[in-house]
C-alpha cells in the first residue's frame, strides 16, 4: 500500500511564506501534485510537476508566488509558497500518479495524502 505524507502546513501572517512536503512511501510516480480545499469549497488545483520536473503547471491564482519541486530519489515532492494570502487558507493534499498525466485533473490521480492545513492571517 502506498502512503503520501504532507508536512509543513501551519499558520502564518499575511505576505509570509511555507514551504510543504508530500512523502511517498514507495514507488515512483510519473506526477505529483497539489491540490488545496478550503471550506465550504471544493477541492482545486494548485501545481503539479512531472517525473524529471521538466515540466510544471500552476493555477493562474498561484502563478508566481508558488513554486513545485521533486526530489526523485527521496519520492517527495515540494510546494514552495510565499507572498501568501488569507485565499490561500486551506487544506492542501498531495496526490500522485503512475501513469503520464498532466496532473491538473482530480480524477488523474491514483494515490492521495490525508492532507496539511495551511492558514494565513490577515
Known amino acids: 500500500q502506498v502512503q503520501l505524507a504532507e508536512s509543513g502546513g501551519g499558520l502564518v501572517q499575511a505576505g509570509g511564506s511555507l514551504r510543504l512536503s508530500c512523502a511517498a512511501s514507495r514507488r515512483t510516480f510519473y506526477t505529483m501534485g497539489w491540490f488545496r480545499q478550503a471550506p465550504g469549497k471544493e477541492r482545486e488545483f494548485v501545481a503539479a510537476?512531472?517525473?524529471?520536473?521538466?515540466?510544471?503547471y500552476y493555477a493562474d491564482s498561484v502563478k508566481g508566488r508558488f513554486t513545485i519541486s521533486r526530489d526523485n530519489a527521496k519520492i517527495t515532492v515540494y510546494l514552495q509558497m510565499n507572498s501568501l494570502n488569507a485565499e490561500d487558507t486551506a487544506v492542501y493534499y498531495c496526490?500522485?500518479?503512475?501513469?503520464?498525466?498532466?496532473?491538473?485533473?482530480?480524477?488523474?490521480?491514483?494515490?492521495w495524502g490525508q492532507g496539511t492545513q495551511v492558514t494565513v492571517s490577515s
Open positions: 496526490g500522485a500518479t503512475p501513469r503520464e498525466r498532466s496532473g491538473t485533473i482530480e480524477n488523474e490521480y491514483d494515490y
Open positions: 510537476i512531472t517525473w524529471n520536473g521538466g515540466t510544471t
